[in-house]
């Protein structure tokens, strides 16, 4: 069988790659820029959140503008509005102006999930979508793992504007090639007869010649329960995330008074972990569902066992040392990574067909209302308390919300009913 749908989840992985990036950036920033404007734990908590506020707002538009326009086209304006981005955080004189450019990045990057979520529902039957959202899911956690010594060294090589002029240089190259490469199946020439007749198996794609069908109301949507356990059951997933994304570089040298370049290269050891697990994960569903498990059993196994892992940041709030607090977030983030890939390939699973994106942007939007929730409460908390505890124990109560979600919300996987039509 041609593997043409392979280089497609490679270029979304190198695309989330870039992106993220983008987002650890701040987190490895956050001494240069206190001691170049004087920012509080406070400050920065906001700061890390203003990229989110953005993303949230965008969510459900881009759902929509998804389902209509399409991936392509969708995703070579939102690539080049993120590299800008960079490029303004690098010059920008001001904490202003650094607000700026954060929001900006959010705009750029909000369609990068829902509009992979969609890609791989277009480009993958559904026996292989675990693994083919896995990579690009595991890019997320190796951008940490890689970038955050990279960006660190550079950092205190060279100074935080060049870091995120860095990014930058980087990100315009993934425009480029995301601009000559990406195509929708039915738009590739270089796809064979027999690999496009593979991908449509199930029926996810259209023939060349049949339009894509309308979509389900974001009314109707939001409303059903396998949605909203999806929406509150990844919300839990990205909140510990971007705790951790944002504030575990700070946490590793305040709290356990490990210095700066070592805690830079501490960080990357629980995103490591997480890279391994989340692509074993995918791989290990897939496998287990072609050779005849039950694919919503499995999946959902997946999910809450993950899920549960998660809670190990527990055991971080309590850790005195850095082998044993990595241990415990190792433990945490490398559950949650599990659970990811196959949150990320639900949404193709159960949205009606032409919803897709809709169905991507309402869970997105979930998460980054914890994406922006988790670096605020995280700052206040540690602003109050002087520790990390309190801010690690309200993300396992989350964690518990999100389980029961998966639990008595999600119900089966399969698709969502068509919406009535009066």
């Known amino acids: 069988m041609p593997r043409h749908r392979w280089s497609i989840a490679c270029l979304l992985g190198f695309g989330v790659l870039v992106n993220y990036f983008d987002r650890v950036n701040l987190s490895v920033s956050h001494a240069a820029l206190y001691a170049t404007f004087g920012i509080s734990n406070i400050t920065f908590g906001y700061l890390s959140g203003a990229y989110n506020w953005t993303y949230a707002m965008c969510q459900l538009p881009i759902g929509v503008l998804l389902d209509r326009f399409g991936v392509r086209r969708v995703g070579r304006i939102s690539t080049l509005l993120w590299s800008i981005a960079s490029f303004g955080a690098a010059v920008t004189p001001s904490i202003p102006g650094f607000f700026a450019a954060r929001l900006l990045l959010g705009v750029g990057e909000s369609p990068t999930f829902p509009a992979n979520a969609k890609a791989i529902g277009l480009w993958f039957p559904s026996k292989e979508r675990s693994f083919a959202t896995s990579i690009f899911d595991a890019s997320a956690k190796l951008a940490s793992a890689v970038g955050v010594p990279l960006i660190g060294v550079l950092l205190l090589k060279f100074g935080w504007r060049w870091s995120f002029a860095a990014t930058g240089m980087v990100s315009l190259v993934y425009f480029a090639l995301f601009s000559k490469v990406y195509r929708d199946p039915n738009d590739e020439p270089a796809l064979t007869e027999r690999e496009r ?226």
Request: contains cysteine; glycine residues 10%.
């Open 197 to 422: 007749r593979y991908i449509a198996e199930d029926l996810q794609i259209n023939s060349a010649h049949e339009p894509e069908p309308s979509g389900a109301s974001l009314g109707y949507l939001i409303r059903q329960r396998k949605v909203l356990g999806m929406a509150i059951g990844f919300g839990a997933y990205n909140y510990v995330f971007y705790l951790l994304l944002t504030w575990l570089p700070s946490y590793l040298s305040a709290a356990l008074h490990i210095d700066l370049l070592h805690s830079f290269l501490y960080t990357s050891v629980p995103w490591l972990f997480a890279t391994f697990t989340d692509l074993m994960a995918g791989l290990v569903s897939d496998a287990l569902i072609q050779r005849g498990w039950d694919a919503s059993r499995v999946r959902k196994t997946v999910l809450v066992c993950g899920t549960t892992f998660g809670l190990g940041i527990l055991g971080a709030a309590h850790a005195h040392t850095a082998v044993r607090a990595l241990i415990w977030i190792s433990i945490s983030i490398g559950g949650l990574a599990a659970a990811s890939p196959i949150g990320w390939s639900i949404p193709s699973m159960i949205a009606p067909r032409g919803s897709v994106g809709t169905v991507g942007g309402i869970i997105n939007l979930s998460n980054q209302l914890s994406g922006i929730a988790a670096p605020i409460i995280t700052g206040y908390v540690v602003a109050e308390t002087k520790s990390y505890s309190w801010a690690f124990g309200i993300s396992a109560i989350y964690l518990l919300l999100g389980i029961g979600s998966y639990l008595f919300l999600l119900g089966k996987i399969e698709q969502i009913a068509p919406e009535p039509v009066f």
